[in-house]
Nanobody, 133 residues
């Protein structure tokens, strides 16, 4: 069982920055593909960024936020981050991290990037980000 806990959300003015953190407990964090999503009121959950497990640094960021949002991880701290810059009011949402552990030897050897929410097995409770204009 994997438990995820997000932090770092809050109220920020437009143009500002926030860094979200997600600490994982349980299992082998370094092998997990991790992702960040967000959900604004009345909208479906939206993919933000993913980072493959393993020793590499393969990442993919949604085109809508590419250049402003950056995903990274610190395996020694079992933590994945989402650095968010140049925030605007449309970034207001609850932000969630998610974990997709490898399911077999092939996935261990070939870490993947996962953009689909339904493929993630574990989710945090979310952290609210509010951007004032």
């Amino acid at each position: 069982q994997v438990t995820l806990a997000e932090s770092g959300g809050g109220l920020v003015q437009a143009g500002g920055s926030l860094r979200l953190s997600c600490v994982a407990s349980g299992g082998t964090f370094s092998s997990y593909t991790m992702g960040w999503f967000r959900q604004a009121p009345g909208k479906t959950r939206e993919f933000m960024a993913t980072l493959a497990g393993g020793p590499g640094t393969h990442t993919y960021t949604a085109p809508a936020v590419k250049g402003r949002f950056t995903i990274s991880r610190d395996n020694a701290k079992n933590t994945v981050y989402l650095q968010m810059d140049s925030l605007n009011a449309e970034d207001t949402a609850v932000y969630y991290c998610a974990a997709d552990p490898p399911k077999n030897a092939h996935e261990y050897a070939h870490p993947k990037l996962t953009t689909r929410a339904e493929l993630y097995d574990f989710w945090g409770q979310g952290t609210q980000v509010t951007v004032s204009s």
